[in-house]
């Protein structure tokens, strides 16, 4: 009953400005996906890695140098998690599909888990495979919603959003891998979702939530960069 997590990071980071894949982007001297996979190979509950790769030949040729550079670090703390890389898709939903395709026969659990979430702390991680184990098929991690929210049309408002209601929502997102292959084999191409847990909200079945971590933010825009910079450095 092995734990594997699923790593989308075929994304070409298209808020982040012009320049490399997002996940092969730069912070403090590593790149975006070096971050997340070093966070689960440090996580003991992870056997499995599976990355979604940006999908053209260059981009799957870096993520294997990228693993091979992690390897003897992973070696040397005693980590043994397995990893295998795919060429990702068009689509985030695309890209996890393709990822799980791949995955070992034994793994039970499933966790999807954004490269561009790459500060996530190793104790989330855990925590989410422990809420599966615990006996939740789906499970995410959430943040209160810290602004006002509005509904608009166009530049008017039309309503404020009750906030006590809503939550931000993290990744890793964790599943019963027959839960998740199940939503997946029942999702749209032509309409794909945004993270893994609608799948399985609009098959009718529930979803669990944990609380999430400040740190698991997605780096999205250049100023997420600025603040990753900073919350290394004060790691470090
Ligand atoms: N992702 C993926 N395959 C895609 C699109 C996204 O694997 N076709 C991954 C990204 O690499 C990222 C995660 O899904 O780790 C969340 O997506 P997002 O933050 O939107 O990243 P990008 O799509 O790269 O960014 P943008 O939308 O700004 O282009
Ligand atoms: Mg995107």
Known sequence: HRVAVVVPAAGR???LGPGA????????????????VHTLLAAPSVDVIVIAA???????????RLLSGLADLAEAAGHRADTRVVPGGATRQESVALALAALPEDCTTVLVH?????????????AVIGAVHGGAAAVIPVLPVADTVKAVEGDLVTATVDRSGLRAVQTPQGFTRELLAKAHAAADPAAP????????????????????????????TPFDLVLAEAVLRRRR
């Open 193 to 220: 979702a945004t993270d893994d847990a609608g799948l399985v909200e609009a098959l009718g079945l529930p979803v669990r939530t944990v609380p999430g971590h400040a740190e698991a933010f997605k780096i999205t």
């Open 21 to 36: 894949p997002k996940a092969l982007r730069e912070l403090g001297g590593l790149p975006l996906l070096a971050h997340a």
């Open 13 to 15: 980071g298209e808020r």
């Open 54 to 64: 940006p999908p053209s030949p260059e981009g799957v040729a870096e993520v294997h």
């Open 114 to 126: 954004d490269a561009a979430r790459a500060l996530t702390p190793v104790d989330l991680v855990e």
